[in-house]
């Protein structure tokens, strides 16, 4: 996948909003190899009314 940044990459994989750390237990590692970076990303977490902060 060619997306200038990595954190497109992470919501176009997972389909939802991410944030950008890897705070939870499942996360997103997104590797540049061009530059020999590794970006890690988690889901953002849900609002609404069946989640709570």
């Known amino acids: ?3 200038d940044e ?3 990459v992470a919501e ?4 939802a909003p991410i ?5 939870q237990q499942h996360w ?3 590797v ?3 530059e020999n970076t590794v970006f890690e990303f ?3 977490e849900p609002v609404g ?5």
Do not use: T, Y
């Not at 944030?19 to 705070?23: E, R, V, Y």
């Open 1 to 3: 996948m060619d997306v």
């Open 6 to 8: 990595p954190i497109k």
């Open 12 to 15: 176009r994989v997972a389909g």
């Open 19 to 23: 944030s950008p750390s890897a705070l």
């Open 28 to 30: 997103f590692r997104v």
């Open 32 to 34: 540049d190899e061009e």
């Open 42 to 44: 988690s889901l953002a």
């Open 49 to 53: 009314p069946n989640f709570s902060k």
